[in-house]
Structures are given as C-alpha cells and as structure tokens.
C-alpha cells in the first residue's frame, strides 16, 4: 500500500481567513517552519503533539493526534479552547482546500453583511 503523504496544514490567521501550506508527515521536524505559531512535536511513534499559539485568544494551545489518523485521511481540526473556534485544520491537502474554501467563503458573507 502506498501511504500518500500529500499532507496540508490550514491556519487561520488574524484577518480570519486561512493559510494553507503543505507539510511532509514524515519530516514533522521541517513543519516548524511553515507557520510561527505551530510547532508539531513528535512525541513517540504514533503521537504527534500539536502546540499553537492562538491567533484569536493569544494563549497556547496543545492537542495530541495519532499520526495513523492523518494518514488515515482524517482532518484533524485544532480548536481555540477559550471560544471554541477552529483555528488550525490537518489532513489530506484536497480535503484541507475544499474545508477551507467553505470557512473562506462563510466569512465574506458574515462581512458582506456589515
Ligand atoms: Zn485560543
């Protein structure tokens, strides 16, 4: 079985609008890089600790995933734990898109109102 890897990562940054950028899950090291306020730790085999410096609430944020869910083709949707939003969104790069697009175009409505 070959394991695809095309992996993306969605932030939402302070315009209310996500970032995506892709990620390697197997070089979770290289990840730290993308955005400044992500770090991706692995913690043993099949634990990934996510650390996110919410861009809503300022405060840090940890969660922990199996790496099989990913590669599993899950989404993995990091929340703000003080409102309750979601902020950072991991998974298969075209279901990240299609997630984001739908948040994106959510957002321009709430405005459009206004
Ligand atoms: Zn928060």
Redesign the pocket.
């Known amino acids: 079985m070959i394991v695809d890897t095309s992996v993306s990562m969605a932030l939402k940054n302070e315009f209310g609008k996500y970032d995506i950028k892709g990620m390697n899950l197997f070089k979770i090291e290289e990840t730290n890089s993308l955005f400044k306020s992500v770090k991706l730790k692995l913690k043993n085999k099949n634990t990934v600790m996510v650390q996110l410096k919410?861009p809503?609430?300022g405060?840090l944020?940890a969660f922990n995933y199996c790496v099989s869910n990913i590669v599993n083709q899950e989404i993995i949707v990091c929340g703000?734990?003080?409102?309750g939003i979601p902020v950072l969104f991991i998974g298969e790069d075209k279901k990240i898109r299609q997630r984001v697009m739908q948040y994106n175009k959510a957002i321009k409505e709430i405005y459009a109102i206004f």
């Open positions: 919410c809503l609430c405060k944020h703000c734990k003080t409102l």
